[in-house]
């Protein structure tokens, strides 16, 4: 991932008139790069930890090689990991308060074709009242759901990333009352429910991550 394609994204979606459509359109691209960007990192620090399983069938004589290789694991790219991290907590939080203005300025039919919410499901969210942005990527999980994205902890399509992360940061410091999460009937069992993103303050929070990459 290049932090130009990032700037370029942001600029984009901060140009004097930018449509809602426009800057949902960047919102979810660059929560797309971030989060390929992430699974790179973690595939690679993967392959580390699989290099060290395998000398450890010839301990104690490569004891040091393991404990470098499992620190090497630890460490790879840790401060892109934790300013990507931030960004996404970041978004999602000035997102979250803009989630009804945007389900409004958009409209359901709107919302679900630059969401990517197959047609079939539609119908469904319509009756379940899952109709705006909050409801159709944090409960319903219908994001990308031709991908059934969302079926899963921690999974979920591009905008479900920036909220999953601010409900962990929010839950380990306690502040989860600031970012209510909101129970779905249909969805209690196997799905949680998270807040919302938008295209808020995006410019100032890329900024800062694009400035040290």
Same mark, same amino acid.
């Given at each position: 991932?290049?932090?130009?394609?990032?700037?370029?994204?942001?600029?984009?979606?901060?140009k004097?008139?930018?449509?809602?459509?426009?800057?949902?359109?960047?919102?979810?691209?660059?929560?797309?790069?971030?989060?390929?960007?992430? !699974?790179?990192?973690?595939?690679?620090?993967?392959a580390?930890?699989?290099?060290?399983?395998?000398?450890?069938?010839?301990?104690?004589?490569?004891? !040091?090689?393991?404990?470098? =290789?499992? $620190?090497?694991?630890?460490?790879?790219?840790?401060?892109?990991?934790?300013?990507?991290?931030?960004?996404l907590?970041?978004?999602?939080?000035?997102?979250?308060? $803009?989630?009804?203005?945007?389900?409004?300025? =958009?409209?359901?039919?709107?919302?679900?074709?630059?969401?990517?919410?197959?047609?079939?499901?539609?119908?469904?969210?319509?009756?379940?009242?899952?109709?705006?942005?909050?409801?159709?990527?944090?409960?319903?999980?219908?994001?990308?759901?031709?991908?059934?994205?969302?079926?899963?902890?921690?999974?979920?399509?591009?905008?479900?990333?920036?909220?999953?992360? =601010?409900?962990?940061?929010?839950?380990?410091?306690?502040?989860?009352?600031?970012?209510?999460?909101?129970?779905?009937?249909?969805?209690?069992?196997?799905?949680?429910?998270r807040?919302?993103?938008?295209?808020?303050?995006?410019?100032?929070?890329?900024?800062?991550?694009?400035?040290?990459?």
């Amino acid at each position: 991932m290049k932090a130009s394609q990032i700037r370029a994204l942001a600029n984009i979606a901060d140009k004097p008139g930018a449509s809602v459509s426009t800057q949902l359109i960047a919102m979810r691209r660059v929560c797309r790069l971030f989060c390929q960007e992430r !699974a790179t990192i973690h595939q690679e620090r993967r392959a580390l930890r699989r290099k060290a399983a395998k000398l450890k069938a010839f301990l104690p004589f490569t004891a !040091a090689a393991v404990a470098d =290789l499992e $620190q090497q694991a630890r460490e790879h790219e840790a401060e892109s990991l934790e300013g990507m991290n931030r960004a996404l907590i970041g978004i999602g939080r000035a997102a979250f308060l $803009q989630s009804a203005s945007t389900t409004a300025a =958009l409209g359901f039919d709107r919302l679900c074709d630059l969401l990517s919410v197959n047609p079939t499901h539609r119908a469904q969210a319509i009756r379940d009242g899952d109709t705006g942005l909050h409801e159709l990527v944090f409960i319903a999980c219908l994001e990308d759901s031709a991908t059934d994205h969302g079926a899963a902890w921690g999974d979920g399509g591009p905008l479900y990333q920036p909220a999953y992360w =601010l409900w962990l940061t929010s839950s380990a410091t306690h502040q989860r009352e600031r970012y209510p999460i909101r129970s779905h009937p249909a969805h209690r069992s196997a799905r949680r429910c998270r807040p919302c993103c938008a295209w808020l303050a995006v410019q100032k929070i890329l900024v800062k991550y694009t400035a040290f990459t």
